[in-house]
């Protein structure tokens, strides 16, 4: 299935963060910076490469290549950047995305082009943070 991109003609308010590649560093770095009772209302998943960060969009951080996410109206499980969408009827898409991807929540970055799961989100704790860095040191 191909698609084409375009500008969001109304974004929504931010309800997530994404950094990929050094950018999820960057971003991990500014969510352990963060005061705990704000960490405490966030959701965090990682993978080798990407951090996703949701929560309320005034306790989401800015660092540098981050981008800010949020799910749509018209396919609430699926989650996009907040200043593009795809050129397809999102409930569309989002109904064969989840055939081959069933879990739910699922982030469709465009760049670079992924398919990310936000169903094992977990508090972001100091402890989960620490678990990010020593699985990315192998």
């Known amino acids: 299935m191909k698609w084409g991109w375009r500008s969001e003609a109304d974004p929504p ?13 960057g971003l991990l770095d500014a969510i352990e910076r963060l005061d705990e009772s704000v960490r405490e209302r966030l959701m965090l998943t990682a993978n080798d490469d990407v951090v996703i960060l949701t929560g309320a969009p005034q306790s989401l951080p800015w ?5 800010y996410v949020a799910p749509r109206a018209d396919a609430p499980a699926l989650w ?8 397809l009827p999102l409930d569309l898409l989002h109904r064969a ?16 082009a992924r398919i990310v799961p936000l169903h094992r989100a977990l508090p972001a704790t100091a402890a989960l943070i620490a678990q990010i860095r020593s699985h990315w040191r192998g």
């Open 97 to 112: 995305i989840a055939r081959r991807h069933p879990q739910s929540p699922l982030l469709l970055l465009r760049e670079p």
């Open 80 to 87: 996009l950047s907040t200043v593009e969408r795809p050129d």
């Open 63 to 67: 660092s540098e290549g981050v981008a």
């Open 13 to 25: 308010p931010p309800q997530g963060a994404v950094g990929v590649g050094a950018a999820a560093h």
